[in-house]
């Protein structure tokens, strides 16, 4: 069952033959699958996660952990997850869950449209009795991804309660890598950052990000585009984003990807997280009956 029927059920009503259907992924949970738009994709109703775009022709964009759980009530290891309503640990509550609630538990699957040659999906998830014990507000979340040629992905909150609404979120992209270590991340050049790995000290990013190693950096101020250019796959993947002023990129390295039960050991090599956010002093603030929407849109080009 998926928050919204079985998978046949879903399946029958949002469908569209021989371009997206609702089937049973890993540990049998739901996913849309769409093959239009010049690419092939796919989505799960748990956390909203996209977990793959293809475009026509070319390897995948997107990592995802073969370690990972494929269980509601855990967060897809890879993909694209979505933290929220705050980033890394909650304000003085180290036991709240990380990277907030909504990427462990499944979303509703509310529409799959046509969109000129591309295909949109939309889920959403919101409050109910669960999530006002670990944050009490009221809100309506709503994730639209469209898989084509590009890849966008926007995320929109709505604050439903009667009270202003202070929030984080992430769309924590991981993007497959040839080699990480070969990697260069580039638009950053002169952007502060804070420095997750030195204690949060804040410094300035001097040319390109490149992995060498743990890496977590939250870059501040910062709406520019980001290209992850890869040498061993001979690609460059851009990210442009709309109404985010945080980047994080984000690398565990060696000792903590061994400590991490969903990542294999080797596997921090294949991937790095370059993350569109409102995190920090970044944070959005909602008056009552206000929307916001976070968007990224991802396009490849081979080199
Ligand atoms: C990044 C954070 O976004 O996510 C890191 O900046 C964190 O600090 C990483 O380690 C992974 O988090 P998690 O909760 O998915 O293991």
Redesign the pocket.
């Known amino acids: 069952m998926g928050a919204n029927g079985t998978i046949e059920e879903m399946n029958a009503k949002f469908g569209i033959a021989g371009i997206a259907r609702v089937t049973a992924g890993n540990g049998g949970l739901p996913k849309v699958a769409v093959t239009a738009g010049g690419c092939a994709g796919e989505v799960y109703l748990l956390g909203a996660t996209v977990t793959s775009w293809k475009p026509r022709g070319q390897d995948e964009v997107v990592f995802v952990s073969g370690a990972t759980k494929w269980e509601n009530g855990r967060?897809i290891?890879g993909g694209v997850?979505i933290?929220f309503p705050w980033?890394?640990n909650k304000a003085g509550d180290p036991k709240a869950p990380?990277?907030g609630f909504v990427r462990a538990k499944p979303w509703a699957l509310d529409r799959i449209a046509q969109n000129g040659g591309a295909v949109t999906v939309s889920l959403s998830t919101g409050s109910d009795e669960g999530t006002k014990k670990l944050w009490p507000a009221e809100f309506r979340l709503i994730q639209r991804v469209t898989f084509g040629a590009e890849l966008t992905m926007e995320l929109e909150m709505t604050n439903s309660g009667p009270a202003p609404l202070g929030f984080e979120e992430?769309l924590?992209t991981y993007f497959h890598a040839g080699d990480v270590t070969q990697v260069r991340v580039h638009g950053l050049d002169g952007i502060h950052y804070l420095d997750?790995t030195d204690g949060n000290r804040e410094k300035v990013q001097q040319g390109d990000v490149t992995i060498a190693k743990e890496t977590?950096s939250?870059y501040l101020d910062t709406s520019s585009d980001v290209e992850v250019r890869d040498p061993v796959l001979r690609r460059r993947i851009r990210v442009s984003k709309q109404n985010s002023l945080v980047t994080?990129v984000?690398n565990?390295w060696i000792e903590?990807a061994k400590a991490?039960s969903d990542l294999g050991d080797e596997e921090w090599k294949q991937f790095v997280?370059v993350?569109t956010c409102n995190v920090g002093k970044h944070a959005v603030t909602l008056a009552s009956g206000e929307q916001h929407r976070m968007k990224a849109v991802i396009q490849l080009a081979q080199v």
């Open positions: 967060a290891r997850p933290c980033f890394g990380a990277h992430a924590h997750k977590d939250v994080v984000w565990p903590k991490m997280c993350e």
